[in-house]
């Protein structure tokens, strides 16, 4: 594989020389007042930060941690991190206190930045003794060693930093849906790997807005949002908070977006709750109202700019792709993972085929192992788990390709399309081996359902366990409960009539938890924790089987 000839370090160089004075990062701060901020003070306040890492006289390397939703001194911290000799250990801004102390203990962190922060005093105490935390401009109240107004205080460095492209610059903690998390290592090769290809597969330029939401410690927002823009020359809008979300969605009117299904779901829920579902539909069949219509939902959602929209980071179901398609916008699935900085395959314009992702991104090669495993190789594979030799040699094969441990299939144009884990088969008591992720697909396109996760390991038949949305919740709770277990027993009728005799759900049980971040069912990145899921209402199978109910409510 070859290296890109621009590194990312050296791609902010350029576009800092080429357009100095250009807007990059808008910030709302307090009172709804915005801070803008041009290539030019980006990389003057990058350098200050920068000297005053090397003023530590840390050890070349050192890993450095930043403890902070997004914002604009997110990205700042990361190049004065590079631009120092070090080594980047971002950390999710919800973690527990013990898992901060697992990650910045495992990573041996020698700094702590911290920024706009949700819990502060639940996470502080995880931050061992001895390492100083740097409080960034939005930060949370409490006592910081040293604050960025201090670091702003010291001369910027004057030469300009290049980093060899097989230098480790990041270590990406994987959210975890079982286990302990593991430090992905990528080097400054294969970020520019994955970002100058994927900055030709959509096209992004200086003219490009991007609003950047989803978690910048994860690797889709990094390599979409951060690593983009380095290459694009593109303009990064922040979000203040979830309250003003779609305020600050609307002010940025982004031209390409990256979204989870559960975001995308939720855009889609919000559009349900001021227009009912069926009205909204008959509008939309109307030949030219509903192309009318269609723009008046996206402009009210902030995304009729959108020119290019991305959806990954788990299943998509295909009803809501077609659903935003009527709307006038195309929804392309993503594929990839913290182990190849999510660079693996992509849906393109023209070609989609339902039910399958899409194809290999420019220079992947991709095999169908004997077992069914999806295994890709590329120059963004990871160099490996840090401090975990035993783990790496388990997820690279010999010859380089990442072990995905996801099934799946390609067609004969290398569309792929997964049908499940490796790992989440379960076998029921009828020895019949079950893939849940499949059934959990064709269950989610169930407007009122929310969240799904299908269990049966050790069962006689499998059962779907459902979160409704919050619209289908209030509905039930104001007397349309039967209209809703009728439509809900319609779907489990429509589903198991598509599945294998022993594949077949016994039944939906609606759940009263909502599955959050906060109670432990999700990761950071919205992944079912499908260990805790099951480990939740366990006891309650053998109950709820006896019953034989195709619709039951978990009172």
Known sequence: MMTAVRLPLDAFYAREARHPNKPYLSQPVAGGQVEQLNWSEVGDQARRAANWLRSLELPQGSRIAIISKNCAHWI?????????GHVSVPLYPNLTADSVRQVLEHAQAAVVFVGKLDDWPAMAPGVPEGIPCVGLPLRPSGRFDVLWSDLQACTPI?????????????????????GTP????????????????????????????????????????????EMVSFYGGSTIFFAESLDTFL???????????????RIWTKF???????????????????????????????AGLGLDAVRYALCGAAPVPDALLKWYQRL??????????????GYSHVCRPGKRRHGWIGQPCTDVEVRIAETGEVQVRSGATMQGYYLDPEKTAETLTVDGFLRTGDKGEQDGEGNLRLTGRLKEIFKTSKGKYVAPAPIENRLAVHGKIEQVC?????MPQPMALCVLSEMARQDASLGGRLELEQSLKALLDEV???????????????????????????TPTLKIKRSVVEGAYADRYDAWMERREPVLWHE
């Not at 700042?76 to 120092?84: C, V």
């Not at 227009?275 to 008046?296: A, I, S, T, Y």
């Not at 299908?454 to 050790?458: E, L």
């Not at 599945?499 to 938890?513: A, T």
């Open 268 to 298: 889609q829920m919000g559009v349900f709750a001021k227009m009912p579902e069926q009205r909204l539909d008959f509008l939309l069949k109307l030949p030219l109202v509903g192309r009318w219509m269609g723009r008046k939902v996206l």
């Open 328 to 341: 006038g916008l195309d929804l392309f699935e993503v594929y990839g993972m913290t182990e190849n900085c």
């Open 454 to 458: 299908v269990v049966g390991d050790g």
């Open 496 to 522: 198991n009539g598509q599945l294998d005799k022993h594949e077949r759900l016994l039944g939906i049980v609606l759940v009263k938890e909502v599955w959050g971040i906060d109670n432990g069912f999700l």
């Open 76 to 84: 700042i911290t990361d190049l004065a991190i590079w631009m120092a």
């Open 158 to 178: 004057q030469d300009q930093p290049k980093p060899a492209a097989d230098q480790l610059c990041t270590i990406i903690y994987t959210s975890g849906t079982t």
């Open 182 to 225: 593991k430090g992905v290592m990528h080097n400054f090769s294969n970020f520019a790997f994955g970002a100058s290809r994927g900055l030709e597969l959509f096209g992004v330029d200086e003219n490009d807005r991007m609003l950047s939401y989803l978690p910048l410690c994860h690797v889709a927002e990094r390599m979409f949002v």
């Open 247 to 261: 305020t600050d969605l609307k002010r940025a009117r982004p031209t390409v977006m990256f979204g989870v299904p």
